[in-house]
């Protein structure tokens, strides 16, 4: 006689049914001896109102109280903004400033103060914007004690799309801090939409955007779509008409180790453009495209990034271009892995 089927059911092991759905888990053996320890980073130390900070040991340090060498203007040519009393200052009119290094997914600190006297009202008071991703995404600088303006303009808000989620600006004049953990869209090769941009953003150590997704890039009176660009892009600084102050800017990269990459001014990439031959054959021609170079290569098209002013590197395959213009002939030097396949050529055009 067969047993009812509700005692078959029963009959199955449920340690089976646990080993047969169980999803694999990626970790290491639960407190594997073998596993890495964390990297030890000296954590730096806070701001007060009267002294800037210190960056952790691991931060890319973009500005520390003089040195304005890692900023330029967007096209690449030094900036106009100036140094005063140890804070990176906008002159009115001198246009944004950006990073001369590109950064993907990061941890981003910067602390500004609005002009004291306070002037103007609305969006013509202490304002100005840093932007990730190039100039596609901006987080506003705002005077927005005691100040009204549209919701998604005041301080702290992804401008034209989210407010921030309090109002936790200072007067102006005082020291303010902002702490944004950012995460670039990822785009297939086709341009297909994988995932949005993100950003977290605390305003003086208090929460108000918390892992926002952006739906396109921010601008004045429209909201134009995500178009797709290279994860690693300039950090840059807005020139709205105020003389807004910096302070200990820092960032860490957070994405996967890498190169670390440049956006060097066209007219440098522009110098390398033409044709490289040697013994009279044609061996590359370099070409531009946006911020980048393209390299024609082994019947190959190659995107190349900059990791110095002289040195760029392509993502797809490990293929190196290495340009010495320091004397006659301009030359260009091609190594494909370990220098196998490599070449060096001169510019003829």
């Known amino acids: 006689m067969k047993p009812p089927l509700v005692i078959l059911v029963w009959l199955v092991s449920p340690a089976l049914l646990t080993a047969q759905t169980a999803i694999p888990n990626p970790l290491p053996l639960g407190h594997d001896r073998t596993r890495p320890l964390p ?8 701001s007060t109102p009267e002294r800037a900070g210190k960056a952790p040991s691991d931060a890319v340090v973009l500005f ?11 096209d690449g040519q030094p900036t106009q903004w100036v140094v005063k009393n140890g804070a990176m200052e906008c002159v009115p009119g001198s246009g944004y400033i950006r990073t001369l290094q590109c950064f993907g ?11 004291l006297p306070a002037e103007g009202s609305g969006q013509g008071r202490g304002n100005s914007g840093v932007f990730l991703g190039g100039t596609r995404y901006e987080i506003q600088v705002l005077d927005s004690f005691q100040n009204t303006t549209y919701a998604d303009g005041s301080c702290g808000s992804i401008y034209n799309q989210y407010p921030p989620l309090v109002n936790a600006s200072r007067p102006p004049g005082e020291w303010q801090t902002y702490d944004l953990l950012w995460t670039p869209p990822r785009f297939a090769e086709d341009g297909t939409l994988l995932a949005p941009p993100r950003m977290t953003a605390f305003h003086n150590g208090v929460l108000i955007q918390h892992h926002t997704p952006l739906f396109g890039e921010t601008a004045w009176l429209n909201r134009p779509p995500l178009k797709p660009h290279p994860e690693k892009q300039p950090i840059a600084l807005q020139d709205h008409g105020n ?37 009279g054959r044609r061996v ?8 980048n170079l393209l390299v024609h290569f082994g019947g190959v098209e190659l995107v190349m990034f900059a990791e110095s002013p002289t040195r760029f590197f392509a993502k797809t395959v490990d293929v190196q271009a290495q340009f010495d213009f320091s004397g006659d002939p301009k030359t260009i030097r091609i190594t494909v892995g370990q220098d196998e396949g490599g070449a060096t050529a001169h510019k003829v055009r």
Do not use: M, T
Not at 64 to 74: H, I, K, M, Q, R
């Open 39 to 46: 990297p030890v980073v000296d954590p730096g130390r806070p």
């Open 64 to 74: 520390e109280g003089a040195d304005l060498s890692p900023w330029v203007a967007l």
């Open 105 to 115: 997914e990061c941890q981003l600190h910067l602390e500004f103060a609005a002009p």
């Open 243 to 279: 003389p807004v102050r910096y302070r200990n800017i820092w960032v860490r990269e957070l994405g996967a180790a890498g190169k670390p990459e440049f956006q060097l001014p066209d007219a440098r990439l522009d110098s390398y453009c033409g044709v490289y031959e040697s013994g």
């Open 284 to 291: 590359a021609e370099v070409s531009r495209r946006s911020g």
